[in-house]
């Protein structure tokens, strides 16, 4: 007689995750890319048109994936007021950051200065008025740029804020409608799922994006401009990495009790990603999924992390503080304190009016001053040639500030499953990288309480 255990069938075989052979070909394409821009500093430059597609093929994800994860988390809540509080909460927060960011660049910077000695000619004069963006808008034009022109071009446009405001009040309308509006979120989930297995698709192209953004940063700099600015470059490297480990770790440790070590190494490979691109944009998607598969509800998620990438820029604002005094040193014109307090405050408000500019650090910073204090624009051109080096100090640290602030975001808001967050940060609950979406971590949501079960995906996930 044949036992029900020899009968039934065998359970499916667990597919590998090959998504780290993709991660050990980006380090060994941005080694190459080095080596590249440094024999062949002529072919690194030309080859920047790689890593410029790449970037650009991540951002034309951005915008679905905000909306879907915004709509989704929104409509899914009960009470408005839960994600008008998530929103305030996450904008004091962001201030006080960059405060504190500015505080801390200060410091550094009065503490190094590190333009002292150096001299200007006429060809950086001009490289530096030349950076100098017409698209970085005052105050109130910036706020009405959020309002789209029609509902679609938020997302033709690339513009998140944008979106963000589109997927508010579809996310409000849709909670509103109650019951009626059911079939319309399981819409945009099947739409949120294909979105993020494109996003899977197109990260197979990292290699060579980063081959052809690394090749081109080291080509163009060279390393005779890296020696003449390694006191600005170190001293910014450091004080990202003192902000990260000291303000954010102290900060993550005390509210939420985590280990900022342990939150870094679940992300190591977004991490990798913004060294190999100088873009944070290029990990937004991931992040955003990454942070919900963590345990943090998506509301907050939706709300917090596109939010953050527009309003919580600490890297540029540690950035501008300290290119700031390195000018004006390096002009032979230092400013007092009671000159660089007001300059950095307008630089605050005015890095808000080139969310989502290309090169937005520079742009902002050139721009500022020409507002503000427009003899300093000259010497802008003294840190152009290093810009892209910073940047990925910028990117990163701007990473490390959105992600650890979502948790915090989660922890006060009480909008986080912290038995999950241990369970992942230990690694007993693994990120899906072939989907770049855990179908299991939603399942305490309502509007996912209809379908189907996934499989050993979501058994996992309540385990």
């Excluded at 849709?174 to 319309?184: C, D, K, R």
């Excluded at 014109?333 to 660089?340: L, N, R, V």
Aim: glycine content about 12%.
């Amino acid at each position: 007689m044949t036992s029900a255990a020899d009968t039934a069938p065998a359970a499916p075989k667990a597919k590998r995750d090959r998504t780290h052979y993709l991660y050990i070909a980006v380090i060994g394409a941005v080694a190459l890319g080095i080596a590249v821009g440094l024999i062949w500093p002529d072919l690194g430059v030309e080859l920047k048109p790689l890593g410029t597609g790449f970037v650009n093929l991540i951002k034309m994800m951005i915008s679905p994936i905000i909306f879907c994860t915004i709509v989704l988390g929104i409509g899914s809540v009960r009470k408005a007021a839960k994600v008008g509080a998530v929103g305030g909460i996450a904008l004091g927060y962001f201030m006080v950051m960059s405060l504190v960011a500015l505080a801390i660049g200060l410091v550094v910077g009065n503490i190094l200065h590190p333009g002292d000695g150096l001299h200007l000619t006429e060809a950086l004069k001009a490289s530096g008025h030349e950076q100098v963006s017409a698209d970085a808008l005052p105050p109130v034009e910036f706020a009405l740029s959020i309002i789209p022109v029609t509902f679609v071009s938020a997302f033709t446009e690339g513009q998140v804020l944008q979106t963000l405001l589109v997927a508010l009040l579809a996310g409000f309308a849709l909670q509103a409608m109650g019951s009626v509006g059911q079939p319309i979120l399981r819409g945009v989930e099947h739409i949120q799922r294909l979105v993020f297995r494109i996003l899977a698709m197109v990260m197979w192209a990292a290699p060579i994006g980063a081959f052809g953004a690394i090749a081109a940063v080291v080509g163009s700099a060279g390393l005779d401009a890296l020696k003449s600015l390694a006191v600005l470059m170190v001293g910014f490297y450091i004080t990202c990495l003192l902000f990260v480990l000291v303000v954010l770790g102290t900060l993550l440790r005390v509210v939420a009790g985590l280990n900022i070590f342990m939150l870094f190494k679940y992300l190591a490979r977004e991490f990798l990603l913004i060294l190999s691109t100088s873009s944070s944009e290029s990990a937004l998607p991931r992040l955003i999924a990454k942070m919900e598969h963590l345990g943090v509800s998506k509301p907050v998620v939706g709300i917090t992390v596109p939010t953050g990438y527009s309003f919580n820029l600490d890297g540029t604002m540690i950035y501008m503080t300290m290119a700031s005094l390195y000018i004006s040193d390096a002009l032979g014109t230092p400013m007092s304190i009671g000159e660089q307090i007001p300059l950095l405050l307008f630089l605050l408000v005015a890095s808000k009016g080139a969310a989502g500019v290309s090169g937005a650090g520079l742009a902002t910073l050139a721009g500022g001053l020409q507002s503000h204090k427009p003899a300093l624009v000259d010497g802008i051109g003294l840190i152009v040639g290093i810009d892209r080096f910073m940047s990925e100090a910028r990117a990163v640290t701007n990473f490390a500030g959105n992600a650890v602030a979502t948790l915090l975001i989660g922890t006060w808001t009480k909008e986080i499953d912290r038995e999950r967050v241990d369970q992942v940060l230990a690694g007993h609950l693994p990120f899906d990288e072939k989907t770049l979406l855990d179908d299991g971590s939603d399942g305490d949501q309502d509007v996912h309480a209809e379908l189907p079960e996934q499989g050993g995906e979501k058994e996992l996930a309540k385990a």
